[in-house]
């Protein structure tokens, strides 16, 4: 599978620009603030039905304009795709594969397998404990269509007892009955998203440590750790054990919603103890190990989008992933680099075809 081409209408920076692209690799350089990431995020676009960098669609239009386009041709199964995503101000995002639009964008994803690998991943170690749960439940959501069904069940669910507990402490009332059924219904989702949760990252853990270990020559010991209160008992014991602090709180102290994953560097927090470079390798590391976790679900290598991914890797580093390029575990490739001639030494050692866009 590859991307082919694209066009961009009012998307950011660009108000009409045009792609046509190398089957294998393709580098955008040029200055600070050209709109190479933006090109990427256009990429991601096509995937994920949204930006990877900023949440508020509308922001996405280019300045003074009332809608974007980005219109895509991939090769998929020798058979063209035309992928459309559109936004007018003031209506709802459209996504459309071959003319047709999709009622639902959750029916697209994982339609075209993509990773992307960005400075701006840093959240996962600096950001609370939200950000490393979406991560985990996006891949997991690409391997599960039950899962995301779950996830919003609980969802609900611990809404309506959060509810619960603030009409309890604002009527100075208690009713235990009402509280067991969403204790029980909470129990139902969460202790089978516990489960799931904990499955994958048994099998994420060796395909995370065999990339580490191979892009920093095995020279750091890392370790990622899921946490959950499920590990100490069953959710509905837990919930029970928790009321009284519940009803102090007015809201669900324990559960899967506080979950977590620990990134660690020598048995220390990597957000505090590792280097720049490290928490990098940490994360492309992270990163691949979802590519191998699609490209195993999906049957076809995802699209991935390299996003200044040179910067703040020594030559090792970079070496060990070029490697992999070399190795064919990689399919199509977007790299995005403020280096002309670093790019150009990089991409030409790799004996693949390329094509580099000067910004
Ligand atoms: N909605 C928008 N309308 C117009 N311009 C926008 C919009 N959103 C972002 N931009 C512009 O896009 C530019 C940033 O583009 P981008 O992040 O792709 O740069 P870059 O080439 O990756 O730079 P760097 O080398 O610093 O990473 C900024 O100048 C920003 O103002
Ligand atoms: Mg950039």
């Known amino acids: 599978m590859y ?3 694209i066009s961009l209408f009012n998307y950011k920076n660009f108000s009409e620009a045009n792609f046509e692209f190398d089957s294998k690799i393709n580098c955008f350089v ?3 603030g050209i709109g190479k990431t933006n090109v990427l995020d256009a990429i991601y676009h096509l995937s994920y039905g949204k930006s990877y960098f900023n949440p508020l669609a509308v922001q996405n239009i280019k300045h003074g304009e009332e809608f974007f386009v980005i219109d895509a041709e991939f090769e998929k199964n020798e058979r063209t795709e035309q992928i459309v995503c559109s936004l007018k101000k003031g209506q709802k995002k459209i996504l459309k594969r071959n003319g047709k639009a999709y009622d639902k964008f ?3 994803i994982g339609f075209i397998p993509l990773v ?3 400075p701006a991943d840093r959240d996962l170690i600096v950001e609370g404990s939200e950000t490393r749960r979406k991560f985990m ?3 997991i959501s690409q391997l599960d269509s039950h899962y995301l069904q779950q996830l919003i069940h609980y969802q609900k669910v611990m809404n309506q007892r959060n509810a619960l507990l603030k009409y309890f402490a604002l009527n100075h009332t208690y009713d235990n009955d009402t509280l067991s059924i969403y204790n029980e219904q909470l129990t139902e989702f969460g202790q089978s998203i516990f489960e799931k949760r904990k499955n994958f990252i048994a099998e994420f853990i060796p395909i995370f440590n065999s990339h580490h270990h191979n892009i920093t020559g095995s020279q750091e010991s890392v370790q990622l750790i899921y946490e959950s209160h499920l590990f100490e008992n069953d959710l509905l014991t837990l919930l029970q054990q928790n009321i009284n ?3 102090i709180l007015q809201y669900t102290s324990v559960g899967i919603h506080k979950d977590d994953l620990s990134f660690e560097i020598d048995s220390y927090p990597i957000k505090k103890f590792g280097s720049q470079g490290q928490q990098k390798s940490f994360l492309i590391a992270l990163k691949l190990a979802q590519f191998e976790f699609l490209k195993k679900q999906s049957g076809v290598k995802p699209i991935l989008l390299f996003d200044d991914i040179f910067d703040k890797l020594d030559e090792s580093r970079v070496s060990k992933i070029i490697e992999m390029v070399n190795n064919d575990t990689f399919g199509q490739l977007f790299i995005s680099d403020t ?5 150009e030494t990089i991409v030409k050692s790799t004996h693949q075809s390329y ?3 000067n910004l």
């Open 3 to 5: 991307l082919k081409k």
């Open 30 to 32: 040029g200055k600070n």
């Open 106 to 108: 959750s029916d697209h």
């Open 116 to 118: 992307i690998i960005s």
């Open 137 to 139: 439940d996006s891949v």
């Open 245 to 247: 602090k519940d009803r």
């Open 339 to 343: 280096h002309p001639e670093r790019t």
């Open 355 to 357: 094509t580099i866009f």
